[in-house]
């Protein structure tokens, strides 16, 4: 069977990045596969959180995962931290990972800085990840162009294990979009959008209000050409506002330049900010309905017991086929 597994970190605000390479798409595949969507809360931790932060973050994006449109009725939804597994499997492959090929892992490399005091989780990271992904035996996992390297590691750790000791682990697959894989940021569009900037007007959160949205779009850098033109190379900024547009209004990115054809930049930014808008505020309704119900704690822990027998299941056979005595 087709499984998809996949997460988002509760880092900070889960901005339109993440939906448009990663939550956009457990939407628009669950009902494909079998799905398990987690929030990868001890990922999170590897840099510093604010404990009420942490909190609080951890429930909006399990919240905002089922506001967007993720059924908790199919999808096994859960926080990584209660579902033990995760954290013994991640030992048992950090004795296979190399300290090289973890040293090359270049988001590492991004968040290290080079400084020698980051955390170690920060550098077996990866490893986690890999767990996450092979406890649940899953084929498919959608994810942003990001995270292309973690699931090339993930593969490699899988056939060594599979190898060295015994067929254990499935093998997956990416799923990364054409386009919407790698939303830069609105104030600069060399950078990856992304929850950890500093400058909150370089995002757009999911959470964000209608007002702020329109005042971030009005606000996003583009160039001095004038036109509405697709075209990575010479018009960046542009380019990135267009597939948001077309992630978000579900045109395609020849529909949006030609309606914009011979006209600056004036309206194209309005529309696009509407476009965002109207798909986020049935969102953020339903967002602010479950965020502090008991409706969410009963999918949150359901969902954590039908994952962990899925992964207990997977982590006895590894620990079985590495010799561990089991009963
Ligand atoms: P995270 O939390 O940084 O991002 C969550 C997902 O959103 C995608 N993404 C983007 N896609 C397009 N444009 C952007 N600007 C953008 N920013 C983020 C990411 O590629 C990702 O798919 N390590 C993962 C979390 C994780 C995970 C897993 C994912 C932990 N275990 C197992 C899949 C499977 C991460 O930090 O994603």
Same mark, same amino acid.
């Not at 859960?78 to 033990?84: D, K, M, P, T």
């Not at 950890?196 to 370089?202: A, C, D, E, T």
């Given at each position: 069977s087709k499984i998809m597994l996949s997460g988002i970190k509760p880092s900070g605000d889960l901005n339109i990045g993440g939906y448009s390479g990663a939550l956009s798409q457990f939407v628009a595949l669950q009902h494909d596969y079998d799905c398990y969507f987690f929030i990868p809360d001890l990922h999170a931790i590897t840099v510093y959180q604010d404990p009420k932060e942490l909190h609080q973050r951890s429930r909006d994006v399990a919240a905002l995962y089922v506001a967007a449109g993720v059924d908790p009725n199919k999808a096994v939804i859960?926080? +990584?931290? +209660? &579902?033990?597994q995760h954290a013994e499997l991640s030992w048992l492959l950090e004795t296979q990972a190399h300290f090289g090929e973890l040293s090359r892992m270049t988001q590492f490399k991004d968040k290290s800085g080079?400084?020698?005091? &980051?955390?170690?989780g920060l550098f077996t990271y990866p490893v986690l990840m890999a767990a996450d992904i092979l406890l649940y035996q899953a084929t498919h996992v959608p994810v942003g162009d990001d995270q292309k390297q973690h699931l090339e590691l993930t593969r490699d750790l899988a056939a060594r294990f599979n190898h060295k000791y015994a067929p254990t682990f499935t093998l997956p697959e990416p799923v990364i979009q054409e386009s919407g894989a790698r939303i830069m940021g609105l104030d600069d569009p060399s950078n990856k959008m992304s929850k950890? @900037?500093? @400058? +909150?007007?370089?995002y757009v959160s999911l959470l964000d209000e209608p007002s702020v949205i329109r005042k971030k779009f009005s606000r996003a850098v583009t160039d001095s050409d004038m036109s509405v033109r697709y075209d990575w190379e010479a018009k960046p900024a542009v380019s990135n506002l267009i597939e948001i547009y077309s992630v978000f209004s579900g045109d395609s990115i020849d529909a949006i330049e030609k309606r914009y054809?011979? +006209?600056?930049?004036g309206t194209f930014k309005k529309e696009l900010a509407e476009a965002v808008v109207s798909k986020l505020e049935p969102i953020q309704k339903t967002y602010h309905e479950i965020v502090h119900s008991e409706e969410l704690d009963r999918i949150l822990k359901n969902g954590a017991e039908r994952a962990a027998e899925k992964a207990e299941q997977t982590l006895l056979a590894a620990k079985r086929a590495m010799g561990f005595v089991t009963f």
């Open positions: 859960f926080l +990584q931290s +209660q &579902v033990r080079g400084k020698d005091t &980051v955390s170690s950890s @900037n500093p @400058n +909150q007007g370089s054809e011979g +006209q600056g930049y």
